[in-house]
């Protein structure tokens, strides 16, 4: 059965600090992982990783995938309180679908 | 330009009352699928279309049913609520099964 499990399941840090969440999974004919922030509504879009090895940039945070090891981590750093929200990780596989197969989803919380 | 619509977006029902949560697209795209979201355990498919007229199970499909009629809706429907059904419903659709655009949600309680 594909499975994607997310650590930790919440965090909490103060502004400013740098924070990794981690992603691994476990799938057949895996495809891609993407990354979603989550506030209060629908989870909004931040990057797909599809090839191993290959950092994903944008403003404070960045993502890498390491096929080798079945795994993916988001860094954000010098968080802000805006940064508050649930990470949802996913994974889409070549099987029938093109389905998102979603983590638990990290809830972190950036205190001022 | 709405992008994915889901109505209503809050609903109360009695249990063993049924209902239907619509998901509309303006968008063209093949690919429609909905999801529940419960506290700590991410979102979960329950049905999902590949095009109009076909529909499949997802990972959690019991007590529901769907229908894609066109190409722009498709509906989730509850026979029978449930409390257990009491969760917040996403739809999302998607044109080549990698971007992928989600309604605003759904909020369905029941009592």
């Known amino acids: 059965e594909d499975k994607v499990v997310q650590s930790p399941l919440s965090l909490v840090v103060h502004e400013g600090d740098t924070v990794t969440l981690n992603c691994s999974y476990e799938v057949t004919n895996f495809r891609s992982l993407l990354w979603y922030k989550q506030e209060k509504k629908a989870p909004t879009f931040l990057f797909m990783l599809t090839s191993s090895g290959i950092e994903k940039k944008s403003g404070r945070l960045s993502s890498i995938l390491d096929k080798k090891e079945l795994s993916s981590i988001l860094n954000i750093t010098a968080t802000q309180t805006g940064d508050s929200a649930i990470y949802l990780c996913?994974?889409?596989?070549?099987?029938?679908?093109?389905?998102?197969?979603f983590g638990q989803g990290t809830e972190l919380s950036v205190k001022p | 330009n709405a992008g994915v619509t889901q109505t209503p977006k809050f609903r109360v029902l009695k249990t063993g009352q049924s209902m239907t949560l619509l998901c509309a697209q303006d968008m063209n795209h093949e690919y429609m699928y909905w999801y529940r979201q419960d506290p700590g355990m991410g979102l979960r498919l329950i049905h999902y279309?590949?095009?109009?007229?076909?529909?499949a199970k997802g990972e959690v499909p019991d007590g529901y049913n769907v229908s894609r009629l066109k190409k722009q809706n498709f509906l989730l429907g509850l026979e029978s609520a449930a409390p257990s059904q009491t969760s917040v419903y996403f739809c999302a659709s998607s044109p080549d099964r990698e971007g992928y655009t989600f309604g605003s949600g759904t909020r369905l309680t029941v009592v």
């Open positions: 279309s590949v095009g109009e007229g076909t529909t």
């Open positions: 996913a994974v889409i596989t070549y099987n029938q679908g093109g389905k998102l197969i």
